[in-house]
């Protein structure tokens, strides 16, 4: 009779252990997918800021050198630097792959302008 007991004891407690450690197990495997997947994403917003930063130095090499070169007080007007920020935002789409060309071509171009803009900054404040 005891013996009953004891076994059914042991095997329920047998039983909760091993589903604690699956419970862990699962866990586990969920926080490294979602680490992979932050990982993955963090990676693909830095290609896409990349090959942002990248069109806007090509864009300036080459239209925005031109325009100045050509002007009489060496500065873009208003409309110049609404062509130049779709320049480097359609020379950023070329120079990017895989997921970084859906980030670009996604984001909104008041943000794309924004990113311009500081790009242009800190490039200005590196010289």
Same mark, same amino acid.
């Given at each position: 009779?005891?013996?009953?007991?004891?076994?059914?004891?042991?095997?329920?407690?047998?039983?909760?252990?091993?589903?604690?450690?699956? !419970?862990?197990?699962? %866990?586990?495997?969920?926080?490294?997918? *979602?680490? #992979?997947?932050? /990982?993955?994403?963090?990676?693909? @917003?830095?290609?896409?800021?990349?090959?942002?930063?990248?069109?806007?130095?090509?864009?300036?090499?080459?239209?925005?050198?031109?325009?100045? !070169?050509?002007?009489? %007080?060496?500065?873009?007007?208003?409309? *110049?630097? #609404?062509?130049? /920020?779709?320049?480097?935002?359609? @020379?950023?789409?070329?120079?990017?792959?895989?997921?970084?060309?859906?980030?670009?071509?996604?984001?909104?171009?008041?943000?794309?302008?924004?990113?311009?803009?500081?790009?242009?900054?800190?490039?200005?404040?590196?010289?």
């Amino acid at each position: 009779m005891w013996e009953v007991i004891v076994t059914k004891v042991l095997v329920g407690v047998g039983i909760s252990i091993l589903g604690f450690a699956t !419970k862990l197990f699962s %866990d586990w495997v969920k926080a490294e997918k *979602e680490k #992979k997947e932050e /990982n993955t994403a963090r990676s693909n @917003n830095y290609d896409a800021w990349d090959a942002l930063r990248k069109g806007v130095a090509l864009t300036t090499d080459n239209y925005v050198a031109k325009i100045k !070169k050509s002007s009489q %007080d060496g500065k873009l007007t208003t409309s *110049e630097i #609404k062509i130049a /920020n779709g320049q480097a935002v359609e @020379n950023a789409i070329i120079l990017a792959s895989g997921p970084a060309v859906e980030i670009i071509a996604s984001t909104a171009t008041n943000v794309l302008k924004n990113m311009i803009e500081s790009l242009l900054v800190s490039k200005k404040n590196n010289k």
